[in-house]
């Protein structure tokens, strides 16, 4: 247990680190003219974001993508907040290697920072590459050149997404490979929503003699859809559909949902990759695919219903509502077949009756005369021992006996009494435990130490693999762990007492 902990941990440190040095690249590599760094464009874009005057520091930020929402009058820089933004969990991240570096191993200090920082990077450059590909088609529209952001995109992006998976493979296995294919899934989705003839530069752009169009409705996208729809409101439904009515609002409102959900859809599915898998997550996720395809199969009928010539659902449309049924049928199967990752490395089960007996000091003594009386003090000293031998109530028959041949004085032994019955039967005393003690085990009784002692202390049965040594007075958490992962093995060796008192104390120790 400790093992895999352990490796874990060095795996969300590596690949961390990894993903820092990405997004460092990323704001030191030259930019797409070759000279400039978009580190030295940070100020520019700061004042741009939050509509400060312009400063001097620095460079000019080039890379603008300015939206005026409908209903107001300044415009919002996307592209400037996405950098800033990017510039900003970096920084974080770089402060978080601290905690990272030194968390120990048994909690989750270095998985939980390494996925919050991952993500928040994640997102953030996803909205600046889809920026980058709306520019990239903006120019190509307008029959300029345009130079790729690889620095970011190839780099940073790429490198932080390449983490993601890495480590959900490392600590997901079967349901990591599940997260990939829907976050592929959702890439593609997005892909959808944008003039993918244009980006990829296929000249074709029907198909079955000018019958289906290779976009998203009629000769244009989702996403363009979505920004006049945003930049223009409701106004944009005549621009789109030639029309002016009900149904024309209905099927813009119903695209601009789903080319909305399909992007952030795809945020969450890389979000979902280093995550915990829960009952919870795959409902949600069942909803958001549900709503989706929803929006996807009004937006095609409200199409067809205001049947304007030339506007027809196109082939992206199609792609991104098959894409959204595969993930809505993935997610309903793992929320159908889902059960709770078990959190001990066995299948024994801890029984559920135990009981605190921590203040039982000794058990009860009958109300007739005792057997045997207790045990004095050795008047003699003995050199440090770990514990006395015990000697288990067993009755011994008397049987006639010849007489034994005089031996040689044994060594000094703890005085005992012996106490014998009516019918023959003779009773020796338990001996005491004068061993070396702790705080856990000043709680058990004397036969309870013994025990202990015998099997943890002495190891009349040998060494116990994949369980540590004791310490007395040292910390024994990790011992109280193992006695439970191989609960199987050591159950039928322990007494009632003492496993209860295992118990309390892993409940102390937790």
């Not at 990017?86 to 390494?114: D, H, Q, R, W």
């Not at 920004?227 to 559909?241: I, N, Q, V």
Request: net charge negative; hydrophobic share 50%.
């Amino acid at each position: 247990m400790s093992n895999n902990k352990q490796s874990k941990k060095y795996l969300s440190l590596v690949t961390y680190c990894l993903a820092l040095v990405c997004l460092l690249l990323g704001l030191f590599l030259p930019l797409f003219d070759g000279r400039n760094l978009l580190f030295m464009m940070l100020p520019d874009a700061f004042c741009t974001t939050f509509g400060l005057n312009a400063t001097e520091l620095g460079d000019a930020f080039t890379r603008a993508y300015p939206i005026i929402f409908t209903g107001t009058t300044k415009a919002f820089d996307f592209a400037a907040f996405a950098i800033v933004m990017y510039a900003f969990v970096t920084a974080v991240g770089v402060i978080m290697l601290i905690p990272v570096i030194a968390s120990n191993s048994e909690k989750k200090t270095a998985n939980v920072c390494a996925y919050i920082v991952e993500i928040a990077a994640a997102i953030v450059l996803f909205m600046y590459t889809v920026i980058e590909i709306m520019l990239y088609l903006t120019a190509k529209t307008g029959g300029t050149d345009f130079n790729w952001d690889y620095g970011v995109i190839g780099i940073a992006f790429g490198g932080v997404l390449l983490m993601l998976i890495i480590q959900s493979f490392g600590y997901k296995k079967g349901s990591g490979f599940m997260k990939l294919i829907v976050f592929i899934l959702g890439a593609a989705g997005v892909l959808a929503t944008v003039a993918f003839t244009t980006l990829v530069g296929i000249k074709e752009t029907s198909l079955f003699d000018g019958k289906l169009f290779i976009s998203f409705f009629g000769q244009a996208d989702g996403i363009s859809a979505l920004t006049m729809l945003l930049t223009g409101g409701l106004d944009a439904a005549p621009l789109l559909f030639g029309a002016d009515d009900i149904k024309s609002t209905i099927a813009i409102i119903a695209v601009a949902c789903a080319v909305l959900l399909a992007l952030v859809n795809f945020a969450l599915d890389m979000a979902a990759i280093g995550a915990t898998t829960k009952k919870g997550t795959l409902v949600t996720d069942i909803i958001r695919y549900a709503i989706e395809t929803v929006a996807l199969i009004l937006a095609v009928i409200m199409i067809f219903v205001i049947n304007q010539e030339g506007i027809r659902p196109g082939l992206l449309m199609y792609a991104l509502l098959a894409i959204a049924v595969i993930q809505l049928v993935i997610a309903a199967i793992r929320c159908a077949v889902f059960h709770p990752a078990v959190s001990k490395e066995t299948n024994a089960e801890i029984p559920a009756d135990y009981y605190d007996d921590t203040l039982v000091v000794k058990p009860e003594e009958p109300a007739a005369e005792p057997a045997y009386a207790a045990p004095q003090p050795a008047p003699a000293p003995q050199p440090q021992p770990q514990y006395i031998q015990p000697v288990y109530l067993q009755p011994v028959y008397a049987q006639p006996a010849p007489q034994p041949a005089a031996q040689p004085a044994p060594a000094p032994q703890p005085s005992t009494t012996v106490k014998a019955s009516s019918d023959g039967v003779v009773y020796t005393a338990k001996e005491v435990y004068r061993g070396p003690t702790d705080s856990f085990m000043s709680r058990l009784t004397d036969s309870e130490k013994i025990e202990f002692s015998k099997l943890f202390l002495e190891k009349i049965n040998g060494s116990f693999a994949n369980v540590p040594d004791y310490v007395i007075g040292g910390d024994n958490k990790e011992f109280f762990s193992s006695i439970f992962i191989y609960l199987g093995k050591f159950r039928p060796m322990l007494s009632d007492g003492l496993m209860n008192k295992f118990y309390n104390e892993l409940n102390l120790l937790n």
